[in-house]
Each structure stands twice: as C-alpha cells, then as structure tokens.
C-alpha cells in the first residue's frame, strides 16, 4: 500500500479533520459513550427489540472479530469503519455477518469503485470492492451496509497525489490607500476545485475588515482582495489564509502576513506643480533628496503589470533586470504638459492603473534631472507616498497629437499620440529577434527591440517593445498602411544598434496592441513604393524585388546567397521544432566579400531602381542588416549615383553602422540577435531619372572582434546580410 506524503513545504499545515456521519448506530454510539448509559441499555433503545438488538450485536461481533486473513482486519461500528485503499487499481475484500439478510451499495456519486460482485448476502459473507487508479488527489466512497433496520456504512478512502496550494510569499506590504492587492499562489488544484478554495482575513484573532472581496483569479495563479483605507497613524497587520480541504478532511492552508504602511503626508502638506518640481534642481542635470511636506498630483499613464513600461537593463551581458519595468510608473499633469518618470521601491508598491489620478507625498524621494533631453526622475516611491489613488478613464488624460518633428523635451514621460506614421520595414513581429536569445527559452540576454517607425513629414523614430509584450509576436503581420501609434515617450538607448547606445533623442512605447492604429493594407498610406525586396529571389547573382521592379547586385561580382532572418511573425511558444527560435532559413540575401585589397577599398551592396514620372516628393530607403559573422565591415556609407559603376564618383548621403550578429559562447552587449533597422533619406536630385543607384558599401577596413566593438581589420568570408529593403516616396 502506497503511503501519502505530506506536503512538500513548511508554509502549509495539513490537519486531519475526519467527517463522521451522526446516524444509524454510529450517532448513537457516540451517545452511549457521553451520557455513560450501558452498552446493553443503549443499543435495545436503538434496536426496539430484543431480536433486532441480537442481529445489531452479531454484525459488531462479526466486523470487530474479523479473520486474520480478512484483507481489511476489522470494519463496522463496533471497529474501523475506514478501509484505505491503494493508488493503483485493485480490489478489496470486506467481511460481513449479521443475524439476518444484508446488501450493500457503494454511494452512487462514486464513479471509481464498485461492489465487484454479490451486493447481498445472508449472516456471514463477503464483499469485493473494486477500484480504479488514482491520478488525482485523495478520495472517499462509502460502501453502506443494511440489515433490517440497521445501517453502517464504510468509508473507503484512497491515496492520491498530495495538494499543494501556497502564497509564494508568507510576507506582503499594501499600500494604505485604498485598492485591489494580488497575492501570487503556487498550487496543482485544477479549475475545476477553485470554488472548494476558502480564505480568512484575521488580525490579533478576531475578523480583519480591511481585507475582503478575496477572488482567485488567472487560472488559480492569483488572490486579489480589495484593501480598505487606512485612516490608521501607526501600521496594521493581518493573516490572509487560504485553505482546501480534500475529500478525506485534511485540510491543506498557508498564511500571508499582510501589513498595511500609513499614509504620508498630513493636512499640513503643501500642493506643488509639475513646473514647481522641475524648478527644484538649478543645474543642467543633477539630484535632490526632498525634505519638504509636499505633494505633486497628476495622471497615471502608465499601467501596473503592463511589460512595456520600461527598458529591463542588462546587469550583465547574460542577465537581466526584470523588476526595473515593474517599478516605473510614468505621471502627467492634468494639463498634460509635463510628466515625471516614477521608480518605486520594490515591484510590489506599483499597484497604479492607467487614468489613476495620483497625489504623491514628495517628502523622503529623491529627484534627478538629466540633460540631452531634459527629463525628471523620481526615485524612492513606496507605500506611503502614495497619499490617495482614484480610479479614472481615457477621458481624463488629454489628447496630445504630434508630428514626430514637433516632439520637445516637455513631452517626456507623457501619452502622445503619433498622427501619420507607418512601419516601414513591414515584416516579423515587433521584436524580430532569434528568441533564443531571450526569456522564451530561457535566456537573459535581449528583452528590447526597436522598431523604425516614419511619418509623413518625414520624421523618424523608433517604436520600443519589450519581450514580455503579449503583442509583439503573436502572429499576426505588420499593417502595411499608415495611421498613429500612441504611447509615453521616453528616452531610452540600445547599444545593439549602436556602441554608444545612442539611437535619437525620443522612443514611443504602446501600451497595447490598439494603440498601434494602422491600416492593415497599404493603399490609404501617404507613401508609395518603387521596389521592395522582402525574400531572397536570386538569379544570375542579381537579386530582384518582391514588389515594383529594380536590381540588388554586389560590387565583388562573388556569390551572393540565401541566408536566414528572424522574420517569423509567431507565435513564440519556446519550442523549436514550432517556431525555430523565430528564424526563417532563408528570409535574406548575403555575400561575403567585403574589402577590394587590390584596389584597398570597400565593396557594397548596389540597389538600383527608376524614379522616372516622380518629380516631387520625399524619396527615402529602409533596410534590415545585420554581420552574419565577426569580421564583417562594422562602418558603412550609404552612396548615390546615376551610373551604378563601382568605379566613377558617388555622392555620400550619410553613414551608419552595422553589429554583428550575437554570439552565443560571449555575447557582447553590442552584438545583436536580429536585424537592425535603418533608415535612408535619398537627396531629391534622384527623383525624375530612369535609373538610378544606392550603395551601401563599407566605408573603412575596420570589423569587430569577439571581445571588442571594433579594432580588427576586415575579414573576408565573414558575410553581411539583408534581409528587407525598401525604396518609396511620399506623396
């Protein structure tokens, strides 16, 4: 017989509460034992007759005197009316004998075993239980016996797996301002037990008030209780339990200490605004740690539990800073003409919704001012900062519309909304990284991609998602067309496109999926493509478009060959015999030639297109690219012409860099699982021409290393690829 083991850890108790039926012989027995009337006395009461009394005495008789080679030993009133029955399938002998006829029946709701067998007999039998495995928790049936008038019953209770259902931490501080607070729980009861969960609130022993509308909420993973107000001067505690108690009575529970801090502030505390505050460092940047009583109120913006708040920082190049994401709440003005960044003490003080309205107790936080854009930091923020929190709606916050040209300082750390974007490099998710390198399957290593995003004054930025965004690879492909893109603008840097992490002076992050509003198709967009090459389609070293007619050549005249990208557009399950880690084997095009020795000089990419009929316009090229190896060019310069020689003059339109793609036994923090995105904006001298050309080409013999950004010369056979390319116009 398999044995059930107790609970695994320490924070759950488990007691032992035995359900006794008080009926039948069973009642009366306990009976006779509290009120000291004899045996004799007791069971004729019961019995009403000295030959019912008789057939009562011989089942006692009969089930505490059972044969040493009874399966079960001893079962009935008069003995143990409990039978444990094993995990595995099995069956069970029972012995009966009574003074007259018996049958028996196992309750009915009792599907996993069954009388296998006789049901009835006359005195001395014999009944066979039959029962199924047990995959489940433990459980019970009760085999009832009668005989006349007299009834027992049986329970017959059968090892199961053990039930976890724990807080992941015996410890949680709330705000004291009014709320929801959820309670993380680890458990192996499926859904279906959910309602069998019970929860008690108590402080110093008697009901806790402040803690109720307890709910289990994200498939058994979450309790959320609303938290009452403190109008308390001093901090209170309370024991939030959970319990289940399984079909044999033992109850499983574990406790979670809840304190709730006090409120800052008092009637003394003075209001300031959003400029008094930013008027509080005299310097072009710098830091102060408030001492004052005041409060600042604003605007959340931001969203508790949302992924996409934040950058997650790397603490090394193989780990990951998740919390930083978690504590960064972002506050506008009622205005909406400033905002402030928000770091909370612990992931745990960020309970704020987007539209809260927040007032702030500003004593104790720390204020930091950076410059090159100007914006305010601050830092410190815990439970008792947080003076009163009111629920509000998208009403409240103020549209704010911009041209990405129109974007200043003072609209950092605000929700803006984009007019007239697109995303031009229109293939893969939002974040078109090899997810092997991310927290899918397992690894810290990337948890940020920015996506370039235009308007249609030109102006270009990029669109930041993190990793955890439910949204960023879903399956579903980027819309071609144009529209807005709302999000809090913030200031962020990405070393992975560039050493110096320098990638513009403004990012957006949406919040959700709907806060991208494009046009799914292309033709409502305020641009036009001339060529766009989105697959490898190779023929005599010339690579042609998908869409509009031109040529990709390569000045080396080698090879140029099909290599793979990372354009799966999802879903990302974390397995890769489904998604491959999000590669496509051969989304791109690459050559591996990169630097003329004879002629000491760079080689490159030539696109060549027609702008014939187009004689006004924004003309402009964005491409994906990335080193395949280490070795490749790391400084490249994007050149025009008319001509399309390799030798003859080009005109310079401006220069970039291209990483290298990461490496997985020492990846740099400039190295990057993907594609970089970058954009091209053509001089307007190439409009109204029937052919014209753009080379990308490598611009010094400089490459990277595998410990260093660059410092190595150009290796040849180490490839570049790309793996989108795009020309088009505005209207």
Known sequence: ?????????????????????????VRRMIVMKQTGMNLMERVGRHAGSWPRMLTALMILAVWCGCGKDDATGPVGSGGNREVLLGIDKGVKNIRVAAGDNWSAFVSPDSKWVWIDGPDSGQKEGRITVGYKANGVFPRMAALVIRSGAIRDTIFLKQYGKTPVLEFVSGRAEVAGTEGRKKFEI????????????????TEGGKPADWITDCKIENDLKTLSCHIGESRSATPRQAILTISFTDEWGTVYDSECFVSQAVIGGSSQTRAVTFGDLRGMV??????????????????????????????????????????????????????????????????EVNTLRRYDRLKLWLKGLTLRKDADPERYTLSGVGYSNLMTVTGGSASDVLLKERSVADLTDADLYTFVTLKACEIPIREGGLTPINEGYASVYGAGRIDCYPRLIRDEKGGCMFLLTNVGCGFRRDGTDLPAGSGSISGVIVHETFSRFEEDGDIGRYQIRPLERDDIALNANSGGGFSRLIAEWNLPRIAGNVVSPGYGAGTITHTSGKTIYASSDYSLSGPITGKVEVDNKGSVPEGGFSNANWWDKA????????????????????????????????????????????????????????EYTVPDIAQWSNTLLTQLPGHKNVNIDLPSEMLGKDAVYVRLRAARNSAGTASSYDGSTIVNGAANTLSYVAVRYDK
């Open 599 to 654: 002629n000491d000089c760079g080689e490159g990419w030539v696109i060549g297109f027609s702008t014939r009929g187009i004689a006004s316009g924004r003309l402009s090229m964005q491409f994906a690219t990335v080193n395949l190896a280490v070795g490749a060019p790391r400084y490249w310069v994007a050149e025009w012409s008319d001509h399309g020689l390799k030798s003859g003059a080009w005109n310079i339109v401006r």
């Open 186 to 201: 680890t458990t192996n009861l499926p859904l279906s037990l959910a309602g069998k969960v019970k929860f008690s609130v």
């Open 282 to 347: 005299a310097g072009a940047d710098g830091s102060c740690f408030i001492e004052e009583d005041i409060a600042l109120e604003g605007i959340v913006v931001s969203d508790c539990g949302n992924a996409n708040v934040a950058a997650n920082p790397n603490l090394t190049a193989i780990k990951i800073d998740y919390s930083e994401n978690a504590r960064t709440i972002y506050l506008q003005s009622a205005d909406g003409v400033y905002g402030v960044c928000l770091k909370t003490t612990s992931e």
């Open 1 to 25: 017989m398999r044995w059930m083991r107790r609970p695994i850890t320490s924070s759950i108790r488990r007691r032992n509460r035995r359900n006794v039926p008080n009926s039948g012989i």
